[in-house]
Every structure is written in C-alpha cells, then in structure tokens.
C-alpha cells in the first residue's frame, strides 16, 4: 500500500485539515509556502493522468472547501499537481498541492531553456 493509502487509511498520522467520504487533506509534512496541504481522493490513483472528469470535477469542490476552511479563499491560492518523472511527482498517489498564506513566485520551473522545446 502506498504512502497516501496509508494516511488517508489513518495507518500513518497526519495533520488533517478536512476529510469527506472519499477525500482528505492534510498539512504538508515539508511546506513550501506558509499555508501547503495536499488533498487526496481516498482511492488510490496514480496521478492526474489517470483521473476522471467525475473525480476532477468532485475534487475540485473538496479543494475549494479546503481554502476556505483555512481561509486563504480571498487572499489567493495555487494548486498544483505533479505528473510522472518530468512533473516531480515524488508520491505515486494522486495528490492537489494547495499553496497560499503568502504572495507566491512565479518565475522559475526549470533550468532548461524555456524557449527550447517547440
Ligand atoms: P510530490 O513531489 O508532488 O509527489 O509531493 C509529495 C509531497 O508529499 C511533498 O511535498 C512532501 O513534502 C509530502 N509528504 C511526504 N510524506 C509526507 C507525510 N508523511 N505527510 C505529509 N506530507 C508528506
Ligand atoms: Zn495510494
């Protein structure tokens, strides 16, 4: 069982923020901003690639929930998901990186040449 399966399982603590049948979001235990949570379905799915408009569009309500539980809804929020190799997805199991609390950046992804690829 992945390392999600065992959160959202309460087989490995964390810091839960709010949860629903099939979603939960937690703290994230290494933050990159001062607010930083990741939402998960409960269901194990690899990454964004393999989810569906029904998940994404259910997810998509749970994560409008989970900013404004925290109240970062009117200040702004950034949500991220990584894919694959390339994406840095680091945890096979699809998760929303929900980011705010502060002015983000916006200008650095990569140390490839932006202009290079097309
Ligand atoms: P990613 O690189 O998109 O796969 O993101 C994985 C995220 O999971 C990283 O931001 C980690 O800090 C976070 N993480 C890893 N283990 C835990 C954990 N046990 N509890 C909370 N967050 C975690
Ligand atoms: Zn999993």
């Given amino acids: 069982m992945c390392l999600f399966c065992k959160i959202a399982k309460k087989e490995i603590a964390s810091n839960i923020i709010l949860e629903d049948e099939e979603f939960i979001a937690f703290h994230d235990i290494n933050p990159k901003a001062p607010v930083h949570i990741l939402a998960i379905p409960k269901q194990h799915v690899d990454s964004f690639d393999e989810a569906d408009s029904l998940l994404m569009g259910k997810i998509s309500k749970f994560i409008q929930n989970v900013a404004s539980e925290v109240k970062i809804q009117k200040s702004g929020y950034r949500v991220i998901t990584n894919i694959g ?24 992804f990569s140390d490839a040449d932006p202009q290079g690829h097309f």
Avoid: R
């Avoid at 609390?101 to 200008?107: M, Q, V, Y």
């Fill in 85 to 108: 190799e390339n994406g840095g997805q680091e945890v096979k199991h699809l998760h929303f990186h929900v980011l705010g609390g502060a002015k983000l950046k916006w200008d650095h």
